[in-house]
C-alpha cells in the first residue's frame, strides 16, 4: 500500500512511477534488499548539495514512517535528514510527529549505509519538548567544549606531528559548520587514533568523546498545537536564548492527532472540536513574534508550492548561527482534503496560489551582509481564495450547516489573509538592506 504522492509529485507521472498491487512486485524483494544494503551517499557537485535536486541523491534517514497516508509532515522530516541526517539531535514533541516518528516501538530513523550513523531521536512531552531540546544542545555543547580545550592543548604542544596540528587547526577552524567539520572530524580522529597508538596520554580521553567532536545540528520537532499553544512558552525560551538551535513546526492548523481540536494556529471559520460552529478569531502570528527578536531565524515554507524555497529555507535557518524556527504548511487527514490526501502536496500549491499561505524567509544575517534580511517568496495571489477554502471538509462543511455564518468568516478569512500580505510586503522594506545615498 502506497499514498501515491510520489506519483503525484513525479515530472514523468505514469511513466517514471506506477502504482501497482504490492503482490505483483513479491519477485523484486532481492533488488530492495540489494538497494538498502549497498546504496548510499553520491558524490554530487557541491554547489547542488542545498538543492531539490542535490539533495535527492542523499539517502534519505527517515523511512517506514507510522504516518496516515499522504501525510505532509513526514516530507518535511525526510528532506532533513537528507542534508543533515548524520548530524542530527531530534527532540520530539509529543504528537503526530512523535507517532509516526517512533511507532510500535521502533523508529523509522535509520542509519546511512556507509557512515552506520542517523539522527539521534528522543520524545518528549507536550509542555517541555523545547526545553528537552535545549538540554540536548547544552549537554552535547559542554562535552564538545571539553574535547576542543584537550585539541588545542595538544595541537600546541612540541609534540604533536605536523599531520596532527593541521587537522586540530582544521578542525578548529570549521568547529561552527556542520557540513565542513565532518569530514575535519574524521582526519582529526584517524590522527587521535595515531597519536594514541604512539603514547600520547590526552589522545585517548578525547577519543572516549569522538561521538561528540563533529558539529551537531540540534532540531525540535513539533505540531502546531505544541509550538502555537501548550508549548509555547518554552519555544519562546529557546528563541530568547539566542542559542544555535533549530525549530521545526509542522503547522496543520489543528490539534491533528488527540480528535483534531481548534488550536490557536486554527483559522478564522475553519471547523473544529471545540470550533464546531466554526474559529470567531484569526490564526496567531508566531513568525512575526519570532521576528520581533531580531536575531531568529524565521521561515515558512510550503513544499508543494516551491521545492526551491523549502530547501533554501532549510539550509539557511540551520546554517544561521543563532536560534531558528520554521513553520511548514502541513495539510492533514483532518482537513477532509476533497481531493484525498494523494494530493496534499498539490494542496501545498492551491494554498499558496490562493494567498491562503504564504512563504518567506528572514535572515539576520543577510542584513550585516548588506543584504535584505526579509524575503517574500511567495508571488500576488493568483488563485480563487474561496474556491480553495471549499476545497475542504474544515471548511465547506460550516458553509453546509450555516451558510449565512460561513460567508461571513470565509470573507472574514481572506481579508485577514490579504491583509498578511500586504503586511509582508511591508516588511521587505522594513527588513531591507540599508541603502546608502550617493
Known amino acids: 500500500m502506497g499514498c501515491g504522492e510520489c506519483v503525484t509529485v513525479c515530472p514523468k507521472a505514469g511513466e517514471a512511477i506506477k502504482m501497482v498491487p504490492q503482490e505483483s512486485q513479491s519477485a523484486e524483494q532481492p533488488v530492495f534488499d540489494y538497494l538498502v544494503a549497498n546504496v548510499g551517499k553520491k558524490e554530487i557537485k557541491p554547489a547542488l548539495v542545498e538543492t531539490p535536486i542535490g539533495s535527492q541523491y542523499n539517502q534519505p534517514l527517515l523511512e517506514f514512517s507510522g504516518s496516515c497516508a499522504g ?12 542534508l543533515f541526517g548524520e548530524q542530527m539531535y531530534i527532540s520530539n514533541a509529543t504528537g503526530c510527529s512523535s507517532i509516526w516518528g517512533n511507532p510500535a516501538a521502533t523508529s523509522p530513523y535509520t542509519v546511512n549505509k556507509d557512515s552506520k550513523k542517523g539522527p539521534a531521536w528522543c520524545n518528549s512531552l507536550f509542555e ?18 571539553q574535547a576542543i580545550e584537550m585539541i588545542e592543548e595538544m595541537a600546541a604542544s612540541d609534540k604533536a606531528s605536523a599531520e596532527f596540528k593541521a587537522a586540530a587547526a582544521k578542525y578548529i577552524e570549521t568547529k561552527d559548520d556542520t557540513k565542513a567539520n565532518t569530514p575535519a572530524t574524521e582526519a582529526l580522529v584517524a590522527e587521535l587514533e ?10 585517548p580521553q578525547v577519543l572516549a568523546k569522538k561521538d561528540y567532536l563533529a558539529k551537531k545540528s540540534v532540531w525540535i520537532f513539533g505540531g502546531d498545537g505544541w509550538a502555537y499553544d501548550i508549548g509555547f512558552g518554552g519555544v519562546d525560551h529557546v528563541l530568547a536564548s539566542g542559542k544555535d538551535i533549530n525549530i521545526m513546526v509542522f503547522d496543520t492548523e489543528v490539534y491533528s492527532n488527540t480528535g483534531g481540536q481548534a488550536s490557536k ?16 478569531v484569526k490564526k496567531k502570528d508566531m513568525a512575526s513574534i519570532a521576528m520581533s527578536y531580531g ?3 524565521v521561515a515558512q515554507i510550503s513544499m508543494g508550492a516551491d521545492f526551491n524555497q523549502t530547501v533554501k529555507a532549510i ?3 540551520e546554517a544561521y548561527p543563532g536560534p531558528s524556527l520554521i513553520i511548514a504548511y502541513a495539510p492533514c487527514i483532518n482537513h477532509g482534503i476533497k481531493k484525498g490526501m494523494a494530493k496534499a502536496q498539490t494542496e501545498e500549491e492551491l494554498a499558496v496560489k490562493a494567498g491562503y499561505w504564504h512563504c518567506f524567509r ?6 550585516a551582509e548588506g543584504k535584505d534580511a526579509f524575503t517574500l517568496d511567495s508571488k500576488a495571489p493568483t488563485g480563487e481564495y474561496q474556491e480553495f477554502l471549499n476545497g475542504e471538509v474544515r471548511y465547506n462543511s460550516l458553509m453546509r450547516s450555516n451558510p449565512e455564518k460561513a460567508k461571513k468568516l470565509f470573507a472574514k478569512n481572506e ?5 498578511r500580505y500586504e503586511y509582508l510586503n511591508k516588511l521587505t522594506t522594513l527588513y531591507g538592506a540599508d541603502k546608502t545615498e550617493e
Request: hydrophobic share 40%.
Open 362 to 367: 528572514y535572515n539576520p544575517a543577510a542584513k
Open 315 to 317: 539550509a539557511e535557518a
Open 71 to 82: 501525510c505532509a509532515e513526514t516530507s518535511y522530516a525526510r528532506l532533513i535528514t537528507q
Open 128 to 145: 517541555d519538548n523545547a526545553e528537552h531540546g535545549l538540554g540536548m544542545y547544552i549537554g552535547q555543547k559542554y562535552i564538545r567544549e
Open 415 to 419: 481579508a485577514e489573509a490579504k491583509a
Open 295 to 297: 536575531y531568529v531565524y
Open 265 to 280: 494556529a486554527t483559522p478564522t471559520g475553519a471547523v473544529a472540536q471545540f470550533a464546531a460552529g466554526g474559529k470567531e
Open 194 to 203: 595515531k597519536a594514541a597508538a604512539d603514547g600520547c596520554p590526552t589522545a
